[in-house]
């Protein structure tokens, strides 16, 4: 045996591969995770700015209607009275029956109302 160790601390410890390295497969792979991840948060920031100016716009239309909606409840209201005045008007004026036979104008029960008319009585048998 020899005085001399097996091992040179001069000297590499593996002989060196012929130039293939790991390093550039991993780089071209986070290159394109980073790419993939700047679109996706690009796509985020256009998803919200439409978001926001969506809900800016169903604003604008909300307070622009509600205008409208009071009118449509105003007018309701006075074809409800005008329709009350004439079923009333029915029971005496003939041209006011007239209309509410040939439009068929019925007048509902009140919607508070629970109670049912009761039934009219039988016929007896003949």
Same mark, same amino acid.
């Given at each position: 045996?020899?005085?001399? %160790?097996?091992?040179?601390?001069?000297? +590499?410890?593996? =002989?060196?591969?012929?130039? !293939?390295?790991? *390093?550039? =497969?991993?780089?071209?792979?986070?290159?394109?995770?980073? !790419?993939?991840?700047?679109?996706?948060?690009?796509?985020?920031?256009?998803?919200?700015?439409?978001?926001? #100016?969506?809900?800016?716009?169903?604003? &604008?239309?909300?307070?622009?209607?509600?205008? *409208?909606? $009071?009118?449509?409840?105003?007018?309701?209201? $006075?074809?409800? @009275?005008?329709?009350?005045?004439?079923?009333?008007?029915? $029971?005496?004026? #003939? &041209?006011? $029956?007239?209309?509410?036979?040939?439009?068929?104008?019925?007048?509902?029960? =009140? @919607?508070?109302? #629970?109670?049912? +008319?009761? %039934?009219? %009585?039988?016929? %007896? @048998?003949?």
């Amino acid at each position: 045996m020899s005085s001399e %160790p097996d091992y040179n601390f001069n000297s +590499p410890a593996a =002989p060196g591969s012929n130039g !293939v390295s790991i *390093l550039l =497969p991993f780089a071209l792979l986070s290159a394109a995770i980073a !790419v993939v991840m700047v679109a996706q948060t690009v796509n985020v920031f256009k998803a919200r700015t439409s978001l926001r #100016d969506g809900k800016t716009q169903l604003t &604008d239309a909300y307070q622009k209607r509600q205008s *409208l909606v $009071k009118q449509s409840a105003d007018v309701q209201q $006075k074809l409800q @009275a005008l329709v009350l005045d004439l079923l009333l008007l029915a $029971k005496t004026d #003939d &041209d006011a $029956k007239a209309i509410i036979q040939k439009y068929n104008i019925q007048q509902n029960a =009140p @919607a508070g109302s #629970d109670t049912v +008319p009761a %039934p009219a %009585p039988a016929e %007896p @048998a003949k």
